[in-house]
């Protein structure tokens, strides 16, 4: 009977046993479970609510102004689309170690997915069309178009929880885009400034009503040219002398470009050239294109605009 009992009791134990370790099991699971779904966060896209990780840190960004702003906001991503061959001045420290995909009307799949992405970004006017080939790669969150990067920067920064940071960055260069415009005002006051392109066998000139043009005229206050056109239009070199600022900035479209370089040197070289205002002045200035690419549509890029156009002003005035 004593055996009978002992064994019975061992086997109340081991059966003890067995229901502990599987409650703890359980418990195990379920904490993984848990911890798992922490992870990840639900965030609002182009194609409804998108699950990303909850703190992304492999990021690309499908667009040739989208890499700013996740730069801006402390994000430097992995791989990036490229228009020029180089990265601007101001991002070459930071993206030493991004992947440059160029620039075309379909994703580098291949590329992106080198790049090992745990969260994709893309414009969703651009990248529709291919967003299950990216869902794919990674979780993808399409963003609408915006007129104002503001609100860009502001789309990526709710899908990386950063809407703190996002108005930092904005109000941050809003303060110093002000004290730019008092310096320059006592630089420049009322003389007239005209933002010119020089493209393949043809001048732009740049107003108010394009970004570039904007950041120079509204955002920073210099004056623009009396009845400039109500479109930015493209002019050949013997209608500019129309114009005769008493100051030029002079853009190049792409500084590698051998036919724009051509248009260039034409255009220094021509009598009608040497003989506005702004030339006989010395009051020209010439900005390099991979640097002002994205110029008024980024707040890096017009951040580090604004330390040149005053250096350029300060440097005339002496």
């Given at each position: 009977m004593?055996?009978?009992?002992?064994?019975?009791?061992?086997c109340m134990?081991?059966?003890?046993v067995?229901?502990?370790a599987?409650?703890?099991?359980?418990?195990g699971?379920?904490?993984?479970?848990?911890s798992?779904?922490?992870?990840?966060?639900?965030?609002?896209s182009e194609k409804g609510e998108i699950?990303?990780?909850?703190h992304?840190?492999?990021?690309?960004?499908l667009?040739v102004?989208?890499?700013?702003?996740l730069?801006?906001?402390?994000?430097?991503?992995?791989?990036?689309?490229?228009?020029?061959?180089?990265?601007?001045t101001?991002l070459?420290?930071?993206?030493?170690?991004?992947?440059?995909?160029?620039?075309?009307?379909?994703?580098?799949f291949?590329?992106?997915?080198?790049?090992?992405?745990?969260?994709?970004?893309?414009p969703a006017?651009w990248a529709?069309?291919?967003?299950?080939?990216?869902?794919?790669?990674?979780p993808?969150?399409?963003?609408?178009?915006?007129?104002d990067?503001r609100d860009?920067?502001?789309?990526?920064?709710?899908?990386?929880?950063?809407?703190?940071?996002?108005?930092?960055v904005?109000q941050?260069l809003e303060?110093?885009?002000?004290k730019?415009?008092?310096?320059?005002?006592?630089l420049?006051?009322?003389?007239?400034?005209?933002?010119v392109?020089?493209?393949?066998n043809?001048?732009?000139?740049?107003?108010?009503?394009?970004?570039?043009?904007?950041?120079i005229?509204?955002?920073?206050?210099?004056?623009?040219i009396?009845?400039?056109p109500e479109?930015s239009p493209?002019?050949?070199?013997?209608?500019?002398?129309e114009?005769n600022p008493d100051?030029l900035i002079?853009?190049l479209?792409?500084?590698d470009n051998?036919?724009?370089k051509?248009?260039?040197?034409?255009?220094?070289?021509?009598?009608?050239?040497?003989?506005?205002?702004a030339?006989?002045?010395?009051?020209?200035?010439?900005?390099g294109d991979?640097?002002?690419?994205n110029?008024?549509?980024?707040?890096?890029?017009n951040?580090?605009?604004?330390d040149?156009?005053?250096?350029?002003?300060e440097?005339?005035?002496?």
């Amino acid at each position: 009977m004593r055996q009978i009992r002992t064994g019975i009791a061992f086997c109340m134990a081991a059966l003890l046993v067995l229901v502990m370790a599987a409650c703890s099991n359980n418990a195990g699971q379920a904490k993984v479970e848990a911890s798992t779904e922490a992870d990840f966060r639900l965030v609002n896209s182009e194609k409804g609510e998108i699950k990303i990780p909850a703190h992304p840190t492999r990021v690309v960004g499908l667009s040739v102004v989208y890499p700013e702003f996740l730069q801006a906001l402390g994000v430097t991503p992995v791989a990036v689309q490229n228009y020029q061959e180089e990265f601007p001045t101001y991002l070459q420290e930071p993206f030493k170690d991004t992947l440059k995909m160029g620039i075309a009307k379909t994703p580098n799949f291949e590329m992106i997915l080198s790049s090992n992405p745990d969260l994709i970004l893309a414009p969703a006017w651009w990248a529709g069309k291919d967003y299950d080939q990216l869902s794919g790669i990674a979780p993808t969150v399409l963003l609408p178009e915006r007129q104002d990067w503001r609100d860009e920067l502001k789309d990526i920064a709710a899908v990386l929880d950063k809407k703190e940071a996002a108005e930092k960055v904005i109000q941050e260069l809003e303060d110093y885009e002000a004290k730019a415009k008092l310096k320059l005002d006592e630089l420049v006051g009322n003389e007239t400034v005209l933002y010119v392109r020089v493209m393949q066998n043809s001048l732009v000139l740049n107003g108010d009503q394009v970004d570039r043009g904007k950041f120079i005229h509204t955002t920073l206050g210099l004056e623009m040219i009396p009845n400039f056109p109500e479109q930015s239009p493209s002019i050949s070199l013997e209608k500019l002398p129309e114009y005769n600022p008493d100051h030029l900035i002079i853009q190049l479209n792409k500084e590698d470009n051998a036919e724009i370089k051509q248009t260039y040197e034409d255009m220094l070289a021509s009598p009608l050239w040497k003989n506005m205002n702004a030339v006989k002045k010395n009051q020209v200035i010439t900005m390099g294109d991979k640097d002002w690419f994205n110029v008024g549509m980024s707040p890096m890029a017009n951040r580090y605009a604004v330390d040149v156009v005053l250096e350029a002003f300060e440097g005339k005035s002496k």
